[in-house]
């Protein structure tokens, strides 16, 4: 890292630019002692300096140089290549809650943090920490589609999030439309692998609408979320393919749930598809999406 008191005395210097109104100018002087520290291989200093500057210019109301810096601390993130720790990660979620509304710069800040963690991370479909915080926050927004893509790739707590927000969606929606919601969450789950959450996700669900009763469930495809769950829990493939035959009429309500469940049948029983479909298009699809790619 330069020289501490140097870069202190700059932060200094471009903090009274912006306290004074001088907006352009100290976003010109940020970007161009950026790329000199990065010429240096000095990214500690670099990410220090556009953090600073972004948190100042959010708090000015200065969205666009506020989330311009943003993105070149994830750019200085990937050079160097920044350890995925407590650290990296409070600096991100500053930086987003930054943001009072939708923005470009916003789009990619979520992009970069993400294609980020899979290069430094465990999870090569990006840090859950990560997928948590902008799922809840699309959640807050009423961005329920996005919220879902999000939550479903993130920590045991963002499985207690996704029935909350599904509850709140689903009773915006078509009465007929309930056991939709549900299922599709219940089955990107399940082309993950994940029937921990899938089993927290539906039981939450069920337990609290207010127009579902203990099963046997009124809706057919809630009684098929509930037996495929507990079909999962043992080597049970012949009963699975009983399963998907005896509700394909409402199974049909979804062009993706028949995708979804020859990802299941391979991920949970090694299933061939007969269509020779990928795993996981679903997900796949989604993932793309995210990270741009």
């Not at 080597?235 to 699975?240: I, K, T």
Request: glycine fraction near 6%.
């Amino acid at each position: 890292m330069a020289d501490r008191g140097g870069v202190t005395r700059v932060l200094a210097k471009l903090e009274k630019s912006i306290e004074a109104g001088d907006y352009y100018e100290a976003h010109q002087m940020y970007r161009s002692v950026y790329a000199r520290y990065a010429a240096q291989n000095d990214f500690d200093s670099a990410i220090l300096l556009v953090y600073t500057g972004s948190t100042l210019f959010f708090k000015h109301g200065q969205t666009g140089s506020a989330g311009d810096l943003a993105v070149l601390m994830l750019d200085a993130y990937t050079a160097q290549p920044t350890p995925l720790d407590e650290k990296s990660l409070a600096r991100i979620a500053e930086l987003f809650s930054g943001y009072k509304e939708d923005h470009a710069t916003r789009d990619k800040l979520v992009r970069q943090s993400l294609k980020w963690s899979t290069a430094v991370g465990r999870n090569t479909r990006g840090d859950p920490s990560l997928h948590h915080l902008f799922g809840t926050a699309f959640w807050r927004e009423h961005n329920y589609q996005l919220a879902e893509s999000h939550l479903v790739l993130g920590t045991e707590a963002s499985a207690l999030s996704l029935a909350e927000m599904l509850l709140e969606w689903s009773q915006k929606g078509s009465p007929s439309e309930l056991e939709l919601f549900i299922t599709r969450a219940v089955l990107k789950y399940l082309e993950l692998g994940n029937l921990r959450d899938a089993n927290v996700l539906f039981r939450t669900f069920t337990a609290q609408h207010p127009s579902i009763r203990n099963p046997p469930f009124r809706l057919p495809l809630l009684n098929f979320c509930h037996f495929l769950l507990a079909t999962l829990e043992r080597d049970a493939a012949p009963l699975f393919k009983m399963l998907r035959e005896k509700y394909r009429p409402s199974l049909q309500r979804d062009a993706s749930f028949d995708a979804s469940l020859d990802a299941i049948g391979q991920c949970f029983f090694n299933i061939r598809s007969s269509s020779g479909v990928s795993s996981m298009p679903g997900i796949s699809e989604m993932l793309r999406t995210m990270l741009g790619s």
